[in-house]
T-cell receptor, first 113, second 112 residues
Framework: DVKVTQSSRYLVKRTGEKVFLECVQD?????MFWYRQDPGLGLRLIYF???????EKGDIPEGYSVSREKKERFSLILESASTNQTSMYLC????????????FGPGTRLLVL | GNSVTQMEGPVTLSEEAFLTINCTYT??????LFWYVQYPGEGLQLLLK?????DKGSNKGFEATYRKETTSFHLEKGSVQVSDSAVYFC???????????FGKGTMLLVSP
């Protein structure tokens, strides 16, 4: 079974802090994704990566950056956290462009005070 | 652009009732269609999918048919259980792209 893990289930940070959210997949997948999930807005794509050191902006990249130094790990970085970044963050992976199924981690619920 | 519209929730049903959650889409290319489910406190997991017109996806008693003429992919189940309480997301993926476009999700609450 594909396993996608996220470093924390819950995080509480203060405004202005630098925040790292980590995601690891164990199935040698090419593609990895970061979404945020908000009530009434569904899932919105922040960034994705189709290879090591490659990244593409999604629909809402402002205020975020990403890092993919190793194939299995995809990090989401909030350079200076703000209260409007309080949300549920979901990581996902898929094998390659021909595979349609994305596999999701359990999510990190981030509260920025 | 691509978009997915699904009915707003919550949908509240009694156990053994019939379920329909509507989903319609617009797409620039020829999409594959998906239903994902999110149980409380968990991430999303694929429930079913269909990759071409008139395909029917099915899993765990749920099914959905890809209707190109009405650009729809409605989710149905004949008899829901309390354990089906979750948020359901309709999504599409256009061929050649890795990214999914999601609807806003529909919460289903099933009471005994």
């Amino acid at each position: 079974d594909v396993k996608v893990t996220q470093s924390s289930r819950y995080l509480v940070k203060r405004t202005g802090e630098k925040v790292f959210l980590e995601c690891v997949q164990d199935m040698d997948h090419e593609n990895m994704f970061w979404y945020r999930q908000d009530p009434g807005l569904g899932l919105r794509l922040i960034y994705f990566s189709y290879d090591v050191k490659m990244k593409e902006k999604g629909d809402i990249p402002e205020g975020y950056s990403v890092s993919r130094e190793k194939k299995e790990r995809f990090s989401l970085i909030l350079e200076s956290a703000s209260t409007n970044q309080t949300s549920m963050y979901l990581c996902a992976s898929s094998r390659d462009v021909s595979q349609e199924t994305q596999y999701f981690g359990p999510g990190t619920r981030l509260l920025v005070l | 652009g691509n978009s997915v519209t699904q009915m707003e929730g919550p949908v509240t049903l009694s156990e053994e009732a019939f379920l329909t959650i509507n989903c319609t889409y617009t797409a620039t290319g020829y999409p594959s269609l998906f239903w994902y489910v999110q149980y409380p406190g968990e991430g999303l997991q694929l429930l079913l999918k269909a990759t071409k017109a008139d395909d029917k996806g099915s899993n765990k008693g749920f099914e959905a048919t890809y209707r190109k003429e009405t650009t729809s992919f409605h989710l149905e189940k004949g008899s829901v259980q309390v354990s089906d309480s979750a948020v359901y997301f309709c999504a599409l993926r256009v061929s050649g792209y890795s990214t999914l476009t999601f609807g806003k999700g529909t919460m289903l609450l099933v009471s005994p």
